[in-house]
């Protein structure tokens, strides 16, 4: 299977902090990487695929890069409605694998 | 707008069979353009893939819970069904359904993704 490590595992940040969250796969995954945040008690939501593109109605404060084993997720500017957790996910395989999950509080 | 949602006993006893199932509606699930999936998360764990299915019925499993996983299909009534044998403690968790979709970005390369997820059940195995 293809591990996917995120780093950090949580972060404080305050309303307009910069934030980026990374992710390192195994081994090479090309662009097949997806981003994903979840908040208690909601359905998950995705929020980039293709490691770039952003998800239709996701704001644009929102970016990804990266290709082959390493990835960031950025926030350019945190809003009170993205203090949550995030995790990247690998589609390359085929078994699919989630990082460990990054949680964004409040700082 | 298509929405997902999992229905199922929340408490389930250790050895026991857990079945849940995953009603579709704003689309369908004998649609060719897309899988469905289950994905679960043990308390203050992170997300594991569970497995996807087809229309057709063909699946794709995790290696690590294969042998006790069995998704279904129902396409006449627009569900989709987990069934996890042998269930212990370490099976307790929210269980997601999700919808797994092909997308292409600008540049043309393409992945597939989760793109509509159910809000999750919880699920608790104990006697």
């Known amino acids: 299977d293809i591990q996917m490590t995120q780093s950090p595992s949580s972060l404080s940040a305050s309303v307009g902090d910069r934030v980026i969250i990374n992710c390192r796969a195994s081994q090479s995954i090309s662009t097949y990487l997806n981003w994903y945040q979840l908040k208690p008690g909601k359905a998950p939501k995705l929020l980039i695929y293709v490691a770039s593109t952003l998800q239709s109605g996701v704001p644009s404060r929102f970016s990804g890069s990266g290709s082959g084993t390493d990835f960031t997720l950025t926030i350019s500017s945190l809003q009170p409605e993205d203090f949550a957790f995030y995790y990247c996910q690998q589609s390359y395989g085929t078994s699919l694998t989630f990082g460990g999950g990054t949680k964004v509080e409040i700082k | 707008q298509v929405q997902l949602k999992e229905s199922g006993p929340g408490l389930v006893k250790p050895s026991e069979t857990l079945s849940l199932t995953c009603t579709v509606s704003g689309g369908s699930t004998s649609s060719s353009s897309y899988y469905w999936g289950w994905i679960r998360q043990p308390p203050g764990k992170g997300l594991e893939w569970i497995g996807n299915?087809?229309?057709?019925?063909?699946?794709n499993d995790n290696p690590s819970l294969k042998s006790r996983v069995t998704i279904s299909v129902d396409t006449s009534n627009n569900q989709f069904s987990l069934r996890l044998s042998s269930v212990t403690a370490a099976d307790t968790a929210v269980y997601y359904c999700?919808?797994?979709?092909?997308?292409?970005?600008?540049?043309?390369?393409?992945?597939?993704?989760?793109?509509?997820w159910g809000q999750g059940t919880m699920v608790t195995v104990s006697s």
């Open positions: 299915i087809y229309y057709n019925g063909n699946t």
């Open positions: 999700a919808r797994w979709g092909h997308y292409y970005d600008s540049s043309g390369y393409s992945a597939d993704a989760f793109d509509i």
